[in-house]
């Protein structure tokens, strides 16, 4: 259990809004060529397992297991699908490794958003059956009632809100995978049309299609195999009860507890000192500043004070979302988090172009699945 793990391969498709040119099973078979030429491995020879993450109601299919094997290289290996967020993916092929008995493990999540004919439908799958999906309420209803209940009680403003939203979008401009780039003025954003009030159209990562790939491989291999491997130092996950109900509108605990896991494991007692970015979940605006100090970077009211400042800029104290983000590169469904985490490498290996960092040896990656989940997993990745 001693063995480091390292990620030595990455590999993604461009996001795109809608893919009418190529299957899901297109994508992924794209994202993994790369991945695989990036680690220099085989796959039939060289990968011990595959995880791929996917959840049946968005695929449309039952038991996904059965149409991945072909496009992945895995047909007669261990293999299996996890319905969570990609980055419960990657721990889960972390755990693996460490166990001793796989040396070099696969993991793949991807969107095809476009194919979905009724989203909000499936979505409301996810509430409970008798007391919440009754009531007809979709996922950006239910985030505009938070978002109103968090920014009530931290004092965080529309404005600041709006800070995140231009940020983001503004960053994508310098990733060539993202989706959703677009330079945003303040003007733009107060202006827009409403959705669930005080949430507006600019305020969620729209859907885009896509695929990610990651290879992981034990601490031998990776020396063997990788030139400037990129170290997986903590993870942690916490899967909460869905239940609206039932939880703090304010303090994303869950988030917290799945930090504090990944912290532990990575030896971080000061994150906000010891860590050079973050690549954290936003798929609404407000959520970026709601994850920044539930993954304690900051104070509740503090976090909208650093987007407003400028702290969180590429060119700030601390870089929030360098990559864009789900506003900027587009919302993934279950490979929302792997994206960041390809974003995250990129910047680790110094090959992430015109969003390059002038500081990056060790970030922390965040995903979060979505309403009305409390599901989120957290890595700590080092060079």
């Known amino acids: 259990m001693s063995e480091r793990v390292a990620i030595i391969g990455i590999g993604a ?9 190529v299957s899901y099973k297109e994508l992924m078979f794209e994202a993994a060529v790369k991945a695989y030429e990036d680690a220099g491995i085989n796959p039939r020879k060289d990968v011990d397992t ?15 297991d059965e149409y991945v094997p072909d496009q992945l290289g895995a047909v007669l290996k261990p293999m299996h699908t996890i319905p969570g967020e990609g980055l419960h993916g990657i721990a ?4 693996q490794i460490k166990t001793g008995r796989f040396g070099i493990a696969v993991v793949e999540a991807h969107s095809k958003a476009s194919n979905l004919m009724t989203p909000d439908g499936i979505a409301a799958c996810a509430q409970d059956p008798v007391y919440t999906r009754p009531l007809r309420l979709n996922s ?3 985030a ?4 109103n209940r968090f920014c009530h009680a931290t004092g965080i403003t529309r404005d600041q809100c709006g800070r995140v939203v231009i940020k983001n979008r503004g960053n994508a401009l310098n990733n060539p995978l993202a989706g959703r780039a677009a330079l945003v003025s303040l ?8 959705v669930s009030c005080p949430l507006t159209e600019l305020d969620i990562a729209h859907p885009v299609d896509g695929a990610v790939v990651v290879v992981l491989a034990s601490e031998a291999k990776a020396r063997a195999l990788s030139k400037n491997p990129v170290w997986i130092t903590g993870v942690g ?8 109900e039932a939880r703090d509108w304010v303090a994303v605990n869950y988030c917290t507890r799945a930090a504090e896991m990944a912290f532990r494991m990575a030896g971080i007692t000061a994150p906000r000192n010891e860590l050079d970015f973050a690549e954290i979940d936003d798929t609404y605006s407000y959520k970026e500043l709601q994850h920044l100090s539930a993954l304690r970077f900051c104070g509740p009211s503090e976090a909208g004070h650093w987007v407003e400042s400028g702290v969180t800029t590429t060119t ?14 587009g919302h993934m469904y279950e490979a929302t988090g792997l994206a960041r985490l390809y974003c995250a490498v990129e910047q680790l290996r110094g090959t992430a172009g015109k969003a390059q960092l002038k500081k990056a040896s060790r970030c922390l990656v965040q995903g979060w699945r979505g309403v009305p989940t409390a599901s989120t997993a957290v890595a700590i990745l080092s060079t």
């Open 237 to 244: 996950w916490c899967n909460g009860s869905p239940n609206l």
């Open 144 to 147: 505009g009632l938070e978002m």
């Open 316 to 329: 700030g104290e601390f870089p929030v979302n360098p990559s864009g983000g789900a506003l900027g590169m």
């Open 50 to 64: 595959f995880v791929t993450c996917a959840e049946d109601y968005i695929e449309g299919t039952s038991i996904f």
């Open 140 to 142: 950006h209803f239910i």
């Open 187 to 194: 003007g733009d954003f107060c202006s827009c049309e409403p």
């Open 13 to 21: 498709t461009q996001f795109r809004s809608i893919t009418p040119d």
């Open 92 to 95: 889960t092929a972390f755990l």
